[in-house]
């Protein structure tokens, strides 16, 4: 079971980039996903979270308005758009499968994890 991010890099401050998450190994078309970020000597911070059915999205406040999920359940892939990009927004992104059908803000709730990808962004 693996899941693969991809779609980070270099942007300037106002810029977008679209993360990709592909999975592979089995189907999680009855999990939640979400996306986490993480800078050095911070924990891992909670972006994003969609549902099985793409009903239910939830975002963090710093990123609302800003980045949208979404997943394709044929494709077993999940993305994130992230537009007007900040600074702050610099760290590496994961994407990770839950447990439950929903997802949650706590890490600890996701089983499986993706590698990560870099996102920088300069002002």
């Known amino acids: 079971v693996q899941l693969q991010a991809s779609g980070g890099g270099l942007v300037q401050a106002g810029g977008s980039l679209r993360l990709s998450c592909a999975a592979s190994?089995?189907?999680?078309?009855?999990?939640?996903m979400g996306w986490f970020r993480q800078v050095p000597g911070k924990e891992r911070e909670f972006v994003s979270r969609?549902?099985?059915?793409?009903?239910?999205?939830v975002y963090a406040d710093s990123v609302k308005g800003r980045f949208t999920i979404s997943r394709d359940n044929v494709k077993n892939m999940v993305y994130l758009q992230m537009n007007s990009l900040k600074p702050e927004d610099t760290g590496v992104y994961y994407c990770?499968?839950?447990?439950?059908?929903?997802?949650?803000?706590?890490?600890?709730?996701?089983?499986?994890w993706g590698q990560g990808t870099q996102v920088t962004v300069s002002s």
């Open positions: 190994g089995r189907t999680f078309s009855n999990n939640g």
């Open positions: 990770a499968a839950a447990l439950s059908p929903y997802g949650s803000r706590w890490h600890p709730d996701y089983r499986y």
């Open positions: 969609i549902n099985w059915s793409s009903v239910n999205t």
